[in-house]
């Protein structure tokens, strides 16, 4: 039990250090290490749902196992997008707009859309694991409006709104991922697994 604590704890402060510089770079538009923070976080992210599951009773690991399965979804289609933009950033391949993320149309939009999609619907099934101390209650909301905003950039998107509102999300998700991470790595912290 003591193992699955320190993965725990480790797999969520380095989730959180990642989704923060990943956000921040990402708004600054340092396109490079955004993309690897971006990639970092999409492993680490799979691995904190595996964390989630291992931490909680047999009773709930339904939820946390269906966390797990949206997480590996949105963990492939990011990893892929963004090692698809590192590489080809680096050639810079004729007809990029295609494929830059700087043009909203591109496919790479797309996927990155889809991506957070499924990692919205990862936070969502987790909800349910997490009791009524002040902590879990925080961690609840902060996971509840990351599923709220890749549940409404999704429909945004396809639905061909301005892009300006999925940037807005994006300010918004660069609040609220580090902050559920980070309250992820506390709970963590406080708690043993044979508790949670």
């Not at 009773?59 to 892929?80: H, K, P, R």
């Not at 209650?137 to 999704?154: A, E, V, W």
Request: proline content about 3%.
């Amino acid at each position: 039990m003591k193992g699955i604590k320190t993965v725990s704890i480790l797999t969520g402060s380095c989730a959180t250090i990642a989704v923060a510089l990943a956000g921040l770079t990402s708004v600054f538009k340092i396109v490079i290490p955004s993309l690897v923070f971006g990639f970092l976080l999409a492993l680490l992210f799979i691995l904190l749902m595996v964390c989630v599951h291992y931490f909680h009773k047999r009773n709930t690991q339904l939820y946390s196992m269906l966390g797990i399965v949206f997480a590996v979804v949105y963990g492939l289609l990011i990893c892929l997008n963004y090692y698809l933009q590192l590489n080809m950033i680096k050639q810079m391949i004729p007809n990029i707009d295609l494929i830059a993320m700087d043009n909203p149309k591109s496919i790479m939009w797309v996927i990155e859309i889809l991506g957070y999609f499924f990692m919205g619907l990862s936070t969502l099934a987790i909800i349910p694991i997490f009791g009524f101390s002040l902590i879990e209650k925080l961690i609840k909301i902060t996971f509840l409006l990351n599923g709220i905003l890749g549940i409404g950039g999704l429909i945004a998107y396809t639905a061909g709104l301005d892009i300006k509102i999925c940037l807005m999300g994006l300010v918004v998700w660069n609040i609220i991922m580090p902050i559920g991470t980070g309250l992820l790595t506390y709970y963590f912290i406080s708690r043993d697994p044979a508790e949670a």
